[in-house]
């Protein structure tokens, strides 16, 4: 059985990941003592530590998609691969860590000039392919779809403008398209590129459909009265949480824990921006 690999690492670095709802969440896992715990988002491992502090009899699997984690490399839609007994409780933090963000130099930010790559992983297609190679109607439906952004159509259009000029290459060779289309105003409350880079993210990871195998395979690996915890970070996420854990309270397979979304503290959001869209679903298998 894999396990997590060097646990505990050094938290002194500075903007090191925050892991979002910790306690929230930790408590919504209900593990008992002697128990097996499923992190499959282990990313800078905050929630594993804390698991491992308040439960020290508690066995801890830990799998991550990006090779740079140090435990069992896995997507969590091959969960069934890679964890073959069954489990107590299975937490999903989903989305991307701050060390990903800031320091991986993957492009996932439009705050630094990196090569467009924006894989978690290091295999598939990155997101420079995608905008070099696709289609304008493909990219205008992955801006509308996974953006929600407005101006999708333009910003298609002019994205295979610019690379009939020069192909894509960096985070800034996007960032100057987008603001072709849309220019700052000091009334906006996000940068301009916002949606179009979570849009790309979401695309080249392909995060939602990972999402809904790996929400499936994880509802097996449960036991009985297993716990699957799952945060969420937008409403494209959350709804498939939301419609997956209504599905299996109506087929009676899963009762339901948290009537309305668990979300952060006023405390939290101050200390971690990261966490204000956070939501926390839980339900436990019957
Ligand atoms: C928000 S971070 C988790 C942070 C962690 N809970 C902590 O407190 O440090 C999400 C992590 O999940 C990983 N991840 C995202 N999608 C994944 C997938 N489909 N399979 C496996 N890992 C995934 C990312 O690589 C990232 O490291």
Known sequence: MPQAGRPIENDSSQNMHKPVLLHESINALDLKSGEIFLDATYGGGGHSKEVRRRFPTVKVIAIDQDP???????????????????????????GISTDQLERSGRGFSFLRDEPLDMR??????????????????????????????????????AIVEQRKVKPFQTTFDLVRVVETVKHRSFRDKIHPATKTFQALRIATNEELSSLEVGLEKGFEALGHQGRLVVISFHSLEDRIVKNFFREKIKEKSARQITKKPITASEEETMNNPRSRSAKLRVIEKI
């Open 120 to 157: 978690m992983s290091n295999t598939g297609i990155r997101a420079a392919d995608i905008l070099n190679s696709w289609d304008e109607h493909a990219i205008e439906l992955i801006l509308r779809g996974f953006g929600e952004e407005r101006l999708s159509g333009k910003i298609a259009r």
């Open 68 to 94: 740079k984690v140090d435990v069992t490399r896995a997507n969590f839609r091959d969960l069934d691969k890679v964890v073959t007994q069954k489990v107590d409780a299975i937490l999903f933090d989903l």
